[in-house]
C-alpha cells in the first residue's frame, strides 16, 4: 500500500519529537526555526504540539488521506492539551490563550496532518464565536463541550448561489413564537454530517449583510440533513458535505447577538480563521523545506548530490526566506488581532492571502525538488501540496483578501 512507504517516512522524519535533535542541523534550519521570538512559555506549548504532532499524527496522515479517515478520537486527544478551546476563555474549559499562541500551535500540528489541523482550526473558531457573542447561558451550555471537543462544530455561511459574495446568503429563518423555522442549503461545510453543531448564518431580514443573524443549531433536529460526502484533492481526513434545512426549529434562545448582528459576527470569526488557515499553510511549508533539504542531501544526480548544485541551493534559501517573510505577517497579524486594532481586518486578510500563496509555492518547489519521487504518495511532501492548496480558496478567496486590502487603503 502506498501509505505505508509514506507511513515510513513519517517516522523516519518525525522519529525525534524535539526539535533541537530533529531539526538542529546547522544551516537553513536554525534561521526558520519557528521557536525564534517566542516566550519560553509559548515555546514549552509549541514543543507540545510538535511532540504531538510528531507522534499521534504524522505517522497516520497518508493513511487517513488515503482511507479518508475523520481521526475523531486523535482530535479529541489533542483536546486534552487544551487545542479544542485554543483562544476561549477558561471559565467554559477554553485555554484562553492568545491569537498569536493559538498560530505557534496550529503551525506546529500542521506538521503532523494539515487537514485534521485546519478542521481542529474550524472548530476553534465556531466555539470563539459562542464564547465571544454568546450569553453566558449559551456560553455555559455550548462551550465546555467544544472545547473537550466531545462535541464537534461546524461553519455554516457558503451556500449553493453564495460564495465569494456571502452577503448574499439566501438560508431563510422565519420567527415563530420563541423559535425560528429555518430553510435552505449550505455548501461545502467542513466537518458537515460528522459533527454536532452547527453554526448557521440566516437571513432573519432584507438582502444584504444587515439581514442575517446566526443561529447555533444542534445535530438531531427534524429536517436537518447532509449532501454526500465530497471527493476532494486534499483535506481528505475530514468530511466536507452541503447542509441542508428544511423547515427546522431552532429555539430563539440558540441565536447568538441580535438579529442582523450574524454578518459581524461571521466575519469577526473569519479575521482569526484565516490566521489559523495561514498557520496552517506555514506548518506544511515548514515541513516540506525541511523534506527537501533532507532530499537533497541524499539524492545523487551527474555524479555528485544534489545538495551541491547552486541552483538548487538558491532555490531553497528562496523557500526558507518566503516561509519567515509568511511567518513574521502571520504572526504580526495576530498581534493586531489580539490587540483589537483597527487595521487587523486589513491585516488578517493580507497575511491569508501571503502566506497561503507562498506557502503553496514552497510546497510545490520541495515537490519539485524530489523529482519524481515527489509525485508519488510514498512522499508525503505531495500530500502537503495537496492539503494546503484550498487555504488559496477557503475562508475567503485570496481575490477576496485582496478587495479586503484594496477597501482598507481606499476607504477614507
Ligand atoms: C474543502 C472546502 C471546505 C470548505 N469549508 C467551508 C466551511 O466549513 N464553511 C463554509 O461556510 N464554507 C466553506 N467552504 C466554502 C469556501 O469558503 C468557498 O468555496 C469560497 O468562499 C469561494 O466561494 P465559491 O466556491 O462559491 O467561489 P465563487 O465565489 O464562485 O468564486 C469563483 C472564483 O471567482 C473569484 N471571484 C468571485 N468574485 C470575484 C470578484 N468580484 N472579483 C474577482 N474575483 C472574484 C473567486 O475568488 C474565485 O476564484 C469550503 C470550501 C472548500 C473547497
Redesign the pocket.
Known sequence: MAWRGCCRLGAQLWKSPGRKELWGRRGIVSCIDPAVGLTEEQKEFQKVAFDFAAKEMAPHMAEWDEKEIFPVETIRKAAQLGFGGIYVRPDVGGSGLSRLDTSVIFEALSTGCVSTTAYIS?HNMCAWMIDTFGTEEQRHKFCPSLCSMEKLS?????EPG?????ASLLTSAKRKGDAYVLNGS???????GDTDLYVVMCRTGGPGPKGISCLVLEKGTPGLSFGKK?K?VG?NAQP?RAVIFEDCTVPVANRLGEEGQGFNIAMKGLNGGRINIASCSLGAAYASVLLARDHLNVRKQFGELLAHSQYLQFRLAEMATRLLAARLMVRNAARALQEERDDAMALCAMAKLFATDECFAICNEALQMHGGYGYLKDYAVQQFVRDIR?HQ????????MR?IVARSLLQP
Not at 461546524?154 to 457558503?158: K, V
Not at 480558496?393 to 477576496?400: A, F, Q, S
Open positions: 474550524i461546524s461553519y455554516c455561511l457558503t453564495s460564495g465569494s459574495d456571502a449550505k455548501a461545502f461545510i467542513s466537518g458537515g465530497e476532494k483535506w466536507t484550498v480558496i477557503l475562508e475567503g478567496t485570496n481575490e477576496v478587495m
